[in-house]
């Protein structure tokens, strides 16, 4: 995309993206070398697929645009996403899915920190496991981890659900039980979709116990 390796800054990749989208509506990217906050806020309806390692700030704030990395990403991969897909054929750092209010990621490795919090919509697909906390303050959305989960599950979560199909440690804020077979076969058609094997898998589905405090619509004033 540049001439020489002095351009392939965050912002120059960015720039040159926005342009030539404006007249293709696919584009592929070599030699990323983990810049970050890289495909921020492309374009929607837009296929872009990058070789190389990412930073962190990986397809923040997607709004409809079909993202692929193929290789690994730092921190907060689809940080505040609305719509679209970001796929990411490799592991990840802590904080993916973060604000994250529709669409959905797909982590094809594992997550070495936390995963999904304050996620208020989308789906967040992690083929491997989680080595953190999982869905805090989690208000809405679907998250399925198919390995183990080594943090906390549901911190102040309030909405949405989770399902997990390898280890994690129950707490007394989530309600968990063994999938329904209607939310399995759901399950395993997006796993599927996304080319993740679900053969042998047995998923819990967890929900929290905690709700979102409803609002008054009338106002009450103390006389």
């Known amino acids: 995309m540049g001439d020489s390796e002095e351009s392939w800054t965050s912002s120059a990749i960015n720039e040159e993206l926005r342009k030539k989208l404006k007249n293709s509506k696919s584009m592929q990217v070599p030699g990323l070398a983990s810049q ?89 697909i992690i083929s491997g496991s989680v080595g953190g906390d999982i869905a805090t303050c989690m208000s809405g959305g679907t998250i399925i981890v198919c390995g183990d989960v080594g943090g906390y599950v549901g911190r102040m979560m309030t909405g949405g659900r989770i399902f997990l199909a390898g280890e994690f440690e129950d707490n007394e804020q989530l309600e968990v039980k063994n999938s329904s077979p209607s939310d399995l076969k759901v399950v395993k058609k997006t796993l599927q979709e996304y080319g993740v094997d679900p053969e042998g898998l047995n998923f819990k589905t967890v929900n929290s116990k905690l709700h979102k405090p409803k609002t008054s619509r009338k106002a009450t004033y103390n006389s």
Do not use: W, Y
Request: net charge negative.
């Open 36 to 124: 970050a906050c890289i495909a921020t806020n492309m374009p929607p309806k837009t296929n872009i697929s990058f070789d190389g390692d990412a930073g962190d700030n990986l397809a923040g704030l997607n709004n409809g645009s079909s993202i692929v990395l193929n290789g690994n990403a730092g921190r907060f991969v689809g940080n505040g996403m609305r719509k679209g897909v970001v796929i990411v054929n490799g592991n990840c750092e802590e904080g993916v899915g973060h604000c994250s209010s529709g669409g959905t990621i797909v982590i094809q490795g594992s997550v070495e920190g936390s995963a999904g919090p304050s996620m208020k919509g989308g789906d967040l």
